[in-house]
């Protein structure tokens, strides 16, 4: 009989979905485009509306506890099949480059330990020997999701404990070393040649990053031994990682100047901590990078195969992908997108492709699905005429669509493109699913047409 996961254990796994790779190059990848007074501005716009969207993934595990699987379930309930497809499709290609972009940066912290200036191992995760190291964590990984998600769930709780004491120690060190001289140094950001709403901008898909896996709770909702617990744990995961998102960046720029912190390699908080307690402090956050990421792999490997296994009871994804093996894992989900991971490992390596290329796709597929989730409660809030309802639901939307917005639409081209081969995924899967010709209705027809229609200038800029 399969184990279901309590409150402790969902909550280590949203945490440990969120506080990935990300966070150990935070402090430089938010330095290169923002001031600190911009960086106030974007955690404050970031933190009110990733809340709103965690206590709209609280209120709607409550008031539709029916609906198992929360992104796909929740889109395909307000909106339709090909939406409830389409965010499905999203999340799970959000996923699979989330994964590849884990196992590359893991390999390129190991770099730290082997390479030298002639002597190039790891690189930055994309040689042929990260490659292949890469491949045997994936399918170790396999291996262990195989033996049931509990048994995954309960190793990803112990390497989130572990994950933290670095972290822990970077924060106290950076409040015992803080300059506020040093934070105050071109607070507008002058130098960066832009205006202040501009570099709040240019922060926003660097913060959604950090926050994808707010949803893993919900993902694996169905397996949760209390439905209570899956939104709770949401809440919990959320503030404790905003915590120390706020905590790493801002106290980066009093120990760095942010010009200087910009120039760092990253990870940038190895380069800190070496400036704060000496060459040790490189070895201790390379390690604890290399346990967050293996461990976020896990936690990210789990809900990637959950998406396609509960679309497919829908009728979304191909029936086949509804099979589980003894030990309750969804393994026919399981096997396709780790083989779908394997086969884009080669094309990193063929590409040279690195982490920030693949940070920049995940956050993008992810745009979509996050939106649909406010756009539903807010549907709920106007049938149940409900007012407190729909201020989170407004919320919610209104943040989805200011994400949208600040992305820039050359990025959004890019994700269509990626989007598109699900549409025949989707129509395959409805056809076998009813045995029978189902026709579309105006609206599927609609997004059809303009997903095909703008399909032309999004390859022209993606390949640009």
Known sequence: MEKKLGLTTLTALVL???????????PQNMAEVASPAALLIGWGITGTGILFLAFALLILTRIRPDLDGGIFTYAKEGFGELMGFCSAWGYWVC???????YLVIVFAALSFFTDTPDRIIFGEGNTWQAILGASAL???????????????????????????????LFIILAIML??????KIDFTGINLGKPVWEQVKSTMLIT???????????????????????GRATVLAVLMALSVYLLVTLLSLGVVPRAEL???????????MVLMMGPLGEIIIAAGLIISVCAAYLSWTIMAAEVPFLAAQHGAFPHAFIYQNHKGAPS????????????????????????????????????????????FLLKEAIRRKNIKLGLVAAGASLYGL??????????????????????????????????????LNTTERTIIIMLFILLAPALWMTLK
């Not at 803080?178 to 934070?183: A, G, I, R, V």
Request: zero cysteines.
């Open 262 to 272: 910009a120039e760092m390699r990253n990870p940038s908080m190895s380069g800190i």
């Open 138 to 168: 994936l399918w170790i990984v396999h291996g262990l999701i195989l033996r049931g998600v509990q048994t995954a769930a309960l190793i990803n709780l112990i390497a989130t404990l572990a994950k933290l004491i670095p972290l822990a």
């Open 208 to 230: 959604l990053w950090v926050f994808i896996g707010i949803e893993g709770a919900v993902v694996v909702s169905g397996r949760a031994k209390r439905k209570a617990d899956v």
């Open 332 to 375: 026919s989900s399981l096997w396709f997108t780790n083989g779908t991971i394997q086969l884009s490992l080669l094309l990193i390596w063929l590409t040279g492709s690195n982490y920030s290329t693949l940070l920049i796709i995940a956050s993008e597929m992810i745009l979509i699905p996050y939106f649909l989730v406010g756009a």
């Open 402 to 439: 200011w994400l949208i917005y600040a992305s820039g639409l050359e990025n959004l081209f890019m994700s269509i493109v990626l989007y598109v081969p699900g549409i025949l995924v989707f129509f395959y899967a409805r056809r076998v699913a009813t045995h029978k010709k189902k026709p």
């Open 16 to 26: 440990s979905s969120m506080l990935g790779a990300g966070i150990f190059s935070l």
């Open 178 to 183: 803080f300059n506020l001289d040093t934070f």
């Open 95 to 101: 996923a699979v480059v989330a994964n590849l972009s």
